[in-house]
């Protein structure tokens, strides 16, 4: 309670902050436009993307801003919905902004691609959106791809070759069941096989049905894929069916306010594939990514805050894009900003080092994970391989 508190205070500060200093007038800012779930299903990361870019956003501003203007996010609420956000995204399009930053899921950036073929640049948060390279949209973080290479590789050096999979039906989920499954029996993780795999809907209310199923396939570990509510409701039935086995689920549900809420039927052992951004990890860290990363703490500290992994799905992103423009002349076009940004190399973010020439459309692979675990007696994750997902010794 004493941290949600301390949370919302923060958040009312910088708020406060940015009105008092005339920052909201359009006339004296560099807007950016931001469309987020800040109601509804996903509204539990909209919420805290919306804190990182408001962190980020005073930190340019008292650093020069972009070509001299303090720099102003403008949130547009998509209450969770992908029909919502095409038509915010058609609304922010007709003033021919260079870039619209979001949306938070797969399925509703799905929903905004078509509408940016030929611009602007769409950042889209979620890592489970496969841009195509050349394109004006690009994702967050390391892709889903990334994650389940790294995980996998952890769960099959520690011995644990058979896997149960349970994935949910929205497109996230479904990405996922087909990268996992296409990765498992083949090339780095041909002994590695999946025994049993069963699909729910996010809006299920119990999953005990199929999680007996994947329980009767023995499995050495478990891997959950969905994210919010959804996967508290696999957990449970974990728990119910007396499962006890390592559980691996995607860095969606990397939020603080998820382990609380699950504390009384968390597993043993849930790891979490995840980019370099923990504090505490420094694990090949170049020095680029090692300033990034002290910027970001310490905004989030000045707030009396504390992130988590869903504040780096904005950070990166606004950091790429705040770049790119102060880097490109005043009013430069969509077309410019796409070019550039698929240019830069040796950007340090919090989540590593950006090659946007090594991997178009995102900028970082499975060499920026590490695979992460949930310890309670410290409250926070740390650690537990090396890049890749190669356990530590």
């Known amino acids: 309670m004493i941290a949600k508190l301390l949370r919302i205070a923060g958040f009312a500060i910088i708020a406060v902050h940015c009105l008092s ?15 987020l779930p800040l ?7 909209g919420k805290a993307e919306q804190e990182a870019f408001m962190l980020y956003e005073k930190l340019v501003s008292e650093s020069g801003g ?14 969770s919905n992908p029909q919502t956000a095409v038509q915010l995204t058609n609304k922010i399009k007709a003033a021919s902004p260079p870039v619209i ?8 950036c799905n929903a905004m691609a078509p509408l940016v073929k030929k611009g602007p640049v769409m950042y889209c948060l979620s890592p489970a959106l496969r841009p195509q390279t050349g394109g004006f ?21 520690r011995g644990w070759k058979k896997i149960g999979l349970i994935t949910s039906t929205d497109a996230s989920g479904q990405d996922a069941y087909k990268i996992i499954t296409s990765l498992a029996g083949k090339g780095d993780y041909a002994d590695m096989s999946i025994v049993e795999d069963a699909k729910f809907n996010p809006t299920d209310v119990s999953a005990s049905a199929q999680v007996q199923r994947i329980k009767g396939a023995d499995p050495d570990a478990v891997i959950v894929w969905t994210t919010g509510g959804p996967v508290g409701t696999v957990l449970k039935a974990i728990r119910d069916a007396g499962l006890d086995k390592p559980i691996g689920t995607t860095d969606g549900n990397m939020t603080f306010a998820q382990m609380t809420q699950y504390a009384p039927f968390m597993p043993k052992e849930l790891y979490i594939p995840a980019p370099q951004w923990l504090e505490a990890n420094t694990l090949g860290q170049s020095e680029q990514a090692v300033t990034a990363k002290h910027a970001f703490f310490r905004s989030f500290k000045d707030a009396n805050l504390v992130p988590d992994g869903s504040a780096t799905f ?5 950091l790429v894009v705040t770049e790119a423009l102060r880097q490109l002349p005043e009013g430069a076009s969509a077309e410019q900003l796409r070019d550039h940004i698929n240019s830069m190399q040796g950007i340090g973010g919090i989540n590593g080092v950006y ?10 692979d499975k060499s920026n994970v590490v695979v992460t675990i949930w310890d309670p007696g410290i409250k926070n994750w740390k650690a537990v391989s090396d890049l ?4 530590l010794k």
């Open 388 to 391: 890749g997902g190669i356990p």
């Open 21 to 35: 200093t005339g920052q909201a007038r359009a006339s004296d800012a560099f807007e950016i436009d931001v469309v």
């Open 137 to 157: 949209v690009f994702s967050s973080s390391v892709s889903t791809v990334g994650l389940s290479e790294a995980l996998l590789r952890y769960f099959g050096e």
């Open 101 to 108: 930053i979001g949306s938070t899921l797969a399925g509703i």
């Open 66 to 79: 972009i070509h001299g203007k303090p720099l102003k996010f403008v949130f547009h609420d998509d209450q």
């Open 314 to 318: 904005a950070w990166d992103p606004a």
């Open 355 to 364: 090659d946007f020439k090594k991997d178009p459309q995102r900028g970082l």
């Open 39 to 45: 109601t509804g299903g996903a509204s539990f990361l």
